[in-house]
């Protein structure tokens, strides 16, 4: 089994609907973290978790929220998706107490609003 | 504001020959830098990194970096390119302090032609 699990790995969906990309992760990782990639723009952060009580804004975070159900397990949701939401969502763990932490991702989950 | 920047979409070589990925970042203090790739339909996975101490790293399948504070700039290179090379690979910073938030550059896609 992968270390970071993503579901669902495609979602196709309309605009106004609710959606919740789901993460999953075995690295016994405090750190999470969701990020957004489109063509052309690399990876923009759209949420970080540094513990369960602890979440914060990236760079995108307008339309997205997120839920830390435990330390393993880092939900993204679309409350009111758009087509501009398009796009391919990361999940990633690190470590804290590895130092300069590498990132750990899942494969992807791709979301296409139509 | 921390920021990466690599300033080519795409690079082309031929296999056997040396190939360089550029990177410059800018960040507040001391960077940690590092080098993902990802290919087709998967996730990204970790290159190399700096943290400290010798200006040249070595990693994953062959790849170093050259670390070069005086330019800001953490080049990737490998001697000799392979055809499985290919692939787009991302240059990412890390304040060694404060937020301790990743920033990618934009992707840059290598193109090993047999």
């Known amino acids: 089994d992968a270390d970071v699990t993503q579901t669902p790995r495609n979602r196709i969906t309309k605009t106004g609907k609710r959606i919740m990309l789901e993460c999953s992760q075995t690295?016994?990782?405090?750190?999470m973290y969701w990020y957004r990639q489109d063509p052309g723009l690399g990876l923009r952060l759209i949420y970080y978790?540094?513990?369960?009580?602890?979440?914060n804004k990236g760079e995108i975070s307008d339309g997205y929220s997120v839920s830390r159900q435990a330390q393993a397990k880092f939900s993204l949701s679309l409350e009111s998706a758009i087509p501009n939401q398009t796009a391919l969502y990361f999940c990633?763990?690190?470590?804290?107490?590895?130092?300069?932490?590498?990132?750990?991702f899942g494969a992807g989950s791709r979301l296409t609003v139509l | 504001a921390q920021s990466v920047a690599q300033p080519e979409d795409q690079v082309n070589v031929a296999e056997g020959n040396p190939l360089t990925v550029k990177c410059t970042y800018s960040?507040?203090?001391?960077?940690?830098l590092f080098w993902y790739v990802q290919y087709p339909n998967r996730g990204l996975q970790f290159l190399l990194k700096?943290?400290?101490?010798?200006?040249l790293v070595k990693g994953s399948y062959g790849f170093e970096a050259e670390f070069n504070k005086s330019q800001t700039s953490f080049h990737l290179k490998k001697p000799s390119a392979l055809v499985s090379d290919s692939a787009l690979y991302f240059c990412?910073?890390?304040?060694?302090?404060?937020?301790?938030?990743?920033?990618f550059g934009t992707g840059t896609r290598l193109k090993v032609l047999a």
């Open positions: 990633a763990t690190s470590d804290r107490q590895a130092g300069a932490n590498v990132l750990t």
């Open positions: 690295k016994g990782h405090d750190r």
């Open positions: 978790s540094f513990d369960v009580k602890d979440i």
């Open positions: 960040v507040s203090g001391n960077p940690y």
């Open positions: 700096y943290i400290t101490g010798d200006n």
């Open positions: 990412a910073v890390r304040e060694s302090s404060g937020t301790y938030k990743y920033i």
